[in-house]
């Protein structure tokens, strides 16, 4: 089972909507957990980082929740764009034990915005 | 400033062969991680260096190497290609090492094909 899971796979909203990612985890310790969205043949692009004593970061449209005691954070698109259709990747930095890190990824949720 | 760039952009490689792909850095970032992307399987971490050094690794096999030179530019080698090792290989590069909250900026990717 993959220790970060996004919903939903794929979304089709109306330009102009808003729309909320979901991302749930289940790994521990982490330092960080962060979101990128990533257009098709491109690398990721970082939209927020918050660390686990942070709940919430914004970046312009984009608005991040983490909620360390559920495990689950959230990234809410406000007002959304055509050029918002992308994935969007929900990724955590895990901490693996003798001082070494490493990032796990979700599988992403895949957004279209239709006019 | 110049973003993260990577060599070469496609590549096209037999089983059994083996592959040097390249990363460069902005400007200043002392960490560079790299990472597959496959349809199946999404974005898996690998490696990252800092400052010449490994300081995370993730579940890849030892086919799967790197290093970094001291001007903070990174390779990637992966001997004895496999199909399955057909991806886009990216990298990101970073100010300081993945455990901390700083934001990655990844390069275009390197197409890898396998045949």
Known sequence: KNQVEQSPQSLIILEGKNCTLQCNYTVSPFSNLRWYKQDTGRGPVSLTIMTFSENTKSNGRYTATLDADTKQSSLHITASQLSDSASYICV????????SYQLTFGKGTKLSVIP | KAGVTQTPRYLIKTRGQQVTLSCSPISGHRSVSWYQQTPGQGLQFLFEYFS?????????????????FSNSRSEMNVSTLEL?????YLCASSLVNLEHSSEQFFGPGTRLTVL
């Open chain 2, 52 to 68: 010449e050094t490994q300081r995370n690794k993730g579940n890849f096999p030892g086919r799967f190497s790197g290093r970094q």
């Open chain 1, 92 to 99: 955590v930095s895990l901490y693996s034990g003798a001082g």
């Open chain 2, 84 to 88: 399955g090792d057909s991806a886009l």
